[in-house]
């Protein structure tokens, strides 16, 4: 079974500096794939980011990319000119690789101080 | 954009009530989960089906049930509603291929009184 750990319950940043989520996990496959999340006060779960395994080069979108180191098996999230709107619930999360199970982390309350 | 509508925000049952959960997507996704959330936990699986009239168990099946009679809903079901199972409801929906992202549903925040 795999197991997601997101050891940052709660952290801060101001507005136009950067942040780093981290997240570790552990699986016995060998590719699998990497997803972070956000979750806004208004509920919905949103895709930040994506990272297949057998992929070296780390993910990037706009302001958000991602630290994939595989031997570690940590995969943390930069957030780069962090912006009022990224406050949220972040959570990483790990797809096996047949693509029907998603283990999620705990999650890491971001606040982005104006 | 991929929709994935569940069908009540909040939601206020009674112990040992059956409580239904309904949930509908419109990509015709393959397979459809449910999910609860709670604090410091993160999101657990309770049920997935990767397609009409399949279900697997998840992580936390104990006390519910699902059914998909048609590719599109896919609902949760309480038999017995019980205060343990005041949480909020996840829905979410994937295309059948590996790497492809779940897309999810507002939420339902159930509360059992």
């Known amino acids: 079974a795999q197991t997601v750990t997101q050891s940052q319950p709660e952290m801060s940043v101001q507005e136009a500096e950067t942040v780093t989520l981290s997240c570790t996990y552990d699986?016995?496959?060998?590719?699998?794939?990497l997803f972070w999340y956000k979750q806004p006060p208004s509920r919905q779960m949103i895709l930040v980011i994506r990272?297949?395994?057998?992929?070296?080069q780390n993910a990037t979108e706009n302001r958000f990319s991602v630290n994939f180191q595989k031997a570690a098996k940590s995969f943390s999230l930069k957030i780069s000119d962090s912006q009022l709107g990224d406050t949220a619930m972040y959570f990483c999360?790990?797809?096996?690789?047949?693509?029907?199970?998603?283990?999620f982390g705990g999650g890491t309350r971001l606040m982005v101080k104006p | 954009d991929v929709k994935v509508t569940q069908s009540s925000r909040y939601l206020v049952k009674r112990t040992g009530e059956k409580v239904f959960l309904e949930c509908v997507q419109d990509?015709?996704?393959?397979?459809m989960f449910w999910y609860r959330q709670d604090p410091g936990l993160g999101l657990r699986l309770i049920y997935f089906?990767?397609?009409?009239?399949?279900?697997e168990k998840g992580d936390i099946p104990e006390g519910y049930s699902v059914s998909r009679e048609k590719k599109e809903r896919f609902s949760l079901i309480l038999e017995s509603a019980s205060t343990n199972q005041t949480s909020m409801y996840l829905c979410?929906?994937?295309?059948?291929?590996?790497?492809?992202?779940?897309?999810f549903g507002d939420g339902t925040r159930l509360s059992i009184l």
């Open positions: 979410a929906s994937s295309l059948g291929q590996a790497r492809q992202p779940q897309h």
């Open positions: 699986t016995s496959e060998n590719n699998y794939y």
């Open positions: 990272q297949e395994a057998y992929k070296q």
């Open positions: 999360a790990h797809q096996n690789n047949a693509g029907n199970m998603l283990t």
């Open positions: 990509m015709d996704h393959e397979n």
């Open positions: 089906s990767y397609d009409v009239k399949m279900k």
